[in-house]
């Protein structure tokens, strides 16, 4: 049991504001000669009001470091901070309260349940919180209206497109209004069309101040809807970038001086 951690009050980050801080993030899986080494010393930092990619190869270890991240998984050493909470030292039912709260997860295969609607697959992190079936519902309802699914609530998954299953997944994320949504190859199972749509919706979702979204993704096509984004190989993160857009953005907010015609 950890005292600061369960004294520590948590603070809504503003507009970018740290929503996660990683530093020296180790992550080995199995033993001997079986061990993998994932992480070999990830730092990352992530901005509420942002949308920040996180992209490379297959196998570099995106997967393993959002799951730290979003407290699915466990680091081997390092520190890790997510909306200003010291996450690797809550104890497991902290961890599940604190992620019941704050965090919103999107597979790559939606992970619908194939035997519920929308509407009731919308609503599930709620009825799993506690919150009463007449509430969830009314909350599965409003966000799916949000993300375009006003009049396909009460479909099932195989009645809907891949787009519009993507969409229920991000419904299904969002309907906690968690400050941290984290998204693992989100557009890689759809056509370029509903895949734009998804990173729209990502990205109106991200530009809220108090929200960070990160979305591991390999598809080109998405880049150009980063604030920022985190190249990682084997393991390490290895560069940073950022958009021309967004420096443009930023120079445009500045006060600096216009510059001179000729
Ligand atoms: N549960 C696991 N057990 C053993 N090795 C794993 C496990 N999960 C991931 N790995 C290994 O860790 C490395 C990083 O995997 P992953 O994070 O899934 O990469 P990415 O998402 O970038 O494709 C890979 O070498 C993978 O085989
Ligand atoms: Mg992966």
Redesign the pocket.
């Known amino acids: 049991m950890n005292v600061l951690t369960s004294e520590s009050k948590s603070h809504a980050p503003s507009a970018g504001e740290m929503a996660v801080y990683c530093r020296q993030i180790v992550?080995e899986?199995?033993a001997g000669d079986?061990k993998?080494?994932?992480?070999r010393g990830v730092n990352l930092d992530v901005l509420s009001g942002q949308m920040t990619l996180l992209v490379?190869?297959?196998?570099?270890?995106?997967?393993?470091?959002?799951?730290i991240i979003a407290g699915l998984?466990n680091a081997t050493s390092g520190s890790l901070e997510v909306l200003g909470e010291n996450i690797i030292a809550m104890t497991g039912s902290q961890l599940v309260r604190f992620r019941q709260k704050n965090i919103g997860f999107v597979f790559q295969q939606y992970n619908l349940l194939p035997t519920l609607t929308a509407v009731e697959n919308a609503a599930v992190p709620l009825i799993i919180a506690g919150q009463s079936r007449r509430e969830a519902f009314e909350a599965a309802k409003r966000i799916l209206a949000s993300v375009g699914l006003a009049n396909r609530m009460h479909l099932l998954p195989n009645q809907l497109s891949g787009g519009q299953q993507q969409r229920v997944a991000i419904a299904r994320a969002l309907v906690h209004e968690p400050r941290l949504l984290v998204c693992?190859?989100p557009t890689a199972a759809l056509d370029a069309h509903s895949g734009q749509t998804v990173m729209e919706l990502l990205r109106r979702v991200a530009l809220q101040a108090d929200r960070a979204v990160i979305v591991?993704t390999?598809d080109n096509r998405v880049f150009n809807f980063g604030d920022r984004i985190i190249h990682?190989d084997d393991?390490v993160v290895t560069q940073v970038e950022i958009p021309d857009r967004v420096s443009q953005e930023a120079n445009q907010m500045s006060h600096k001086p216009a510059a001179s015609h000729h």
């Open positions: 992550k899986f199995g079986t993998t080494l994932a992480l490379g190869q297959s196998g570099c270890g995106k997967t393993t470091l959002i799951s998984l693992d190859e591991v390999h990682m393991g």
